[in-house]
């Protein structure tokens, strides 16, 4: 499986990003999708991850509320709307994917990841 990430940008607090990742290589229509993120200088942590259907999903506290995340298995990629954008949001967001990782949130769980795409929020 690869996971190709884009979306990512400059944006002022208060601003909106849409991130998208495209797995080619394989169906993953079966597998758990979601995103990591990692700050400088900062350990990478669990963003959101989305369940098969696209029916459940898991969010960090610092997520809710404020990023969405999808999936359309017709085309093999997963999205995270992400709004109210705070400086503390700058980071290189990654997309992940795994077979067997739903209720997972650390890196280690996870087999698949994208290069990462750069999310820089100003004050």
């Known amino acids: 499986v690869q996971l190709q990430a884009s979306g990512g940008g400059l944006t002022q607090a208060g601003g909106s990003l849409r991130l998208s990742c495209a797995a080619s290589?394989?169906?993953?229509?079966?597998?758990?999708l979601g995103w990591f993120r990692q700050a400088p200088g900062k350990e990478r942590e669990f963003v959101a991850a989305?369940?098969?259907?696209?029916?459940?999903?898991y969010y960090a506290d610092s997520a809710k509320g404020r990023f969405t995340i999808s999936r359309d298995n017709a085309k093999n990629t997963v999205y995270l709307q992400m709004n109210s954008l705070k400086p503390e949001d700058t980071a290189v967001y990654y997309c992940?994917?795994?077979?067997?990782?739903?209720?997972?949130?650390?890196?280690?769980?996870?087999?698949?990841w994208g290069q990462g795409t750069l999310v820089t929020v100003s004050s």
């Open positions: 290589g394989h169906s993953v229509s079966s597998y758990v």
């Open positions: 989305v369940n098969w259907s696209g029916a459940s999903t």
């Open positions: 992940v994917a795994d077979a067997t990782a739903w209720g997972r949130f650390s890196p280690k769980n996870y087999d698949y």
